[in-house]
């Protein structure tokens, strides 16, 4: 731990390199109202945290800038997630109460509603469905020779899947064998759907055989989709062409950017800072993310990633009221 003045040194400093993003000089923290000591005594003290490891200095005659340390230690003991001001509390909820869209397309809507708050990339990562129940399910009849089956998960994913239909169906077979799944299905884990118990009628037997068939396949190849938003604004925060290159093409990796997601799924509102987060062209990068909720359980994952000197109370803050909007949207839409 750091002494109340080296404290107030380091948050004094990261305030100013968030808010300026040029190296911060003993002068200016000595004339911040909340350190209140001569200037060789601030320059002491932001050697004394160089030398531990809290700033750096980018040139000789140049302030400091904090490490990634620096930030940790910010995020830990010096700062709480902000309160978004009451428009944009506003702006958040009117757009959950206004969303109507497919669960894809209100994913996608959301990370630029979250990317336009903040300038910075927003990520979702859609509910997967290894631990989503069936929450409703439906066979309904396309064709003479082709039906779908519809089932609603738990996590506001809808998963569907084309079914072969046997020769010369009746509408009465195609509906029974629809109420049978329902009765026995609702309710179940999707990835560990149990045949259900014969219904007397052989032909609906196989009709429910194929739909299940169809819908357990279709599940077993279904993962979790990453949506990001707000690329563009974020990799205006790096004067680096080659950062931004490598940020950017990350970003494309839907395998990497999931992975880095789901690490951090149980862990509730978290921060990983440059290569915390263990993805190498994202070292100059921080993340700011969260669950969202559905029916108590967390389905999927929602965040921020920006520069680590990121304004760490703000995103926080973003991020946890849009996670909690999110999460009741999703609720309310399904339950």
């Known amino acids: ?8 040194i ?68 010096l700062t709480q997630p902000g309160r978004l001001d009451d428009v944009r509390v506003q702006q958040v909820r009117d757009f959950f109460a206004s969303t109507h869209s497919a669960l894809e397309q209100t994913l996608a809507d959301t990370t630029r509603l979250l990317a336009g708050m903040t300038n ?51 509408d009465a077979r195609l509906n029974a064998a629809g109420a049978h799944l329902a009765s026995h299905l609702v309710g179940g884990p999707i990835n560990a759907l149990a045949p259900p118990p014969t219904s007397g009628d052989d032909v609906v037997d196989e009709l429910c055989r194929r739909a299940l068939a169809a819908l357990t396949s279709g599940a077993e190849r279904e993962e979790a989709h990453v949506y990001v938003g707000g690329a563009a604004r974020m990799a205006a925060a790096f ?52 669950p969202y909720i559905v029916d108590g359980e967390p389905v999927g994952t929602i965040g921020l990633l920006g520069p680590t000197r990121m304004n760490y ?15 009741a949207r999703l609720g309310d839409v399904e339950g």
């Open 1 to 8: 731990m750091l002494d109340e003045r080296k404290t107030a």
């Open 10 to 77: 380091l948050r004094a400093v990261v305030r100013e390199y968030i808010e300026t993003a040029q190296p911060v000089g003993s002068g200016h923290v000595a004339r911040s109202a909340t350190v209140m000591v001569s200037p060789a005594t601030v320059r002491n003290e932001m050697s004394v945290l160089e030398q531990e490891g809290y700033l750096t200095q980018p040139h000789t005659s140049a302030g400091r800038i904090p490490t990634d340390k620096g930030y940790r230690y910010f995020v830990d003991h």
């Open 120 to 170: 910075y990339a927003a990520l979702v990562l859609g509910p997967g469905v290894d631990a989503a129940t069936v929450r409703s399910i439906q066979l309904v009849g396309l064709s003479a020779r082709v039906a779908t089956i519809v089932a609603v998960l738990s996590s506001g994913a809808v998963e569907h899947e084309a079914v072969d239909l046997p020769d010369d169906l009746s």
């Open 239 to 290: 004067d680096a062409v080659e950062v931004v290159r490598k940020v950017l093409q990350t970003l494309e990796q839907q395998f990497v950017v999931s992975s880095l997601m789901k690490d951090v799924l149980g862990r509730g509102l978290s921060v990983a800072i440059g290569a915390e987060h263990g993805v190498e062209p994202l070292a100059s990068c921080s993340v700011v993310i969260a």
């Open 313 to 327: 109370p703000q995103a926080l803050a973003a991020v946890e009221v849009v996670s909690e909007q999110l999460g």
